[in-house]
């Protein structure tokens, strides 16, 4: 059984209200049924997860490099189907944790590929409702929980700081 590997990323900004937001795109799968995903893509020869995650998020989105900070290795999903149906694949996916560092509203996409081409940023709640997939789901939860971890720790740090002063 060949395997395709795939790497993508989970890429999130913090508003201004200090809101957790994600970006998913829309498209169609090629089981005809239009999901909600977060941008991957296959590993090329001589690629790495990192370098493949950052290449098929700067091909699917067009969000550039040095526009994103890699927080961490989230997991990897599978997907392994019984049949030879059009649309079923066996693919692992590996994603990362990346967070947009620059203005998230200049995001322009347009119709590419099997892609609808529409993003949207949302919150927690709104994304677990609209991914299918509940493994991607476990992999944004877990990087959500990283996120208020993280920001935890910096709020109380930043506590410890100002108590000193």
């Given at each position: 059984m060949d395997i395709i590997k795939s790497a993508g990323g989970i890429?999130?900004?913090i508003d201004t209200e200090?809101?957790?937001?994600?970006?998913?795109?829309?498209?169609?799968?090629l089981s005809w049924k239009v999901e909600r995903v977060a941008p991957k893509g296959k590993i090329q020869p001589g690629e790495d997860e990192k370098t493949a995650?950052?290449?098929?998020?700067g091909e699917e989105i067009?969000?550039?490099k040095d526009q994103l900070?890699?927080?961490?290795?989230?997991?990897?999903?599978?997907?392994?189907?019984w049949g030879k149906e059009r649309g079923h694949l066996d693919k692992d996916v590996t994603y990362f944790l990346f967070k947009y560092t620059w203005d998230p509203t200049a995001l322009r996409l347009i119709q590419w590929e099997w892609y609808i081409w529409v993003y949207k940023w949302m919150?927690?709640?709104?994304?677990?409702n609209?991914?299918?997939?509940?493994?991607l789901r476990e992999?944004?939860?877990?990087?959500?929980?990283q996120i208020q971890w993280q920001q935890a720790n910096q709020s109380v740090k930043q506590q410890f700081i100002d108590s000193l002063l």
């Open positions: 890429i999130y900004y200090w809101k957790i937001k994600f970006l998913l795109i829309k498209r169609q799968a995650a950052i290449r098929e998020i067009w969000i550039r900070i890699r927080k961490s290795l989230l997991g990897t999903t599978s997907l392994r189907s919150g927690i709640a709104q994304i677990l609209l991914i299918y997939y509940e493994d992999i944004i939860r877990k990087g959500y929980f």
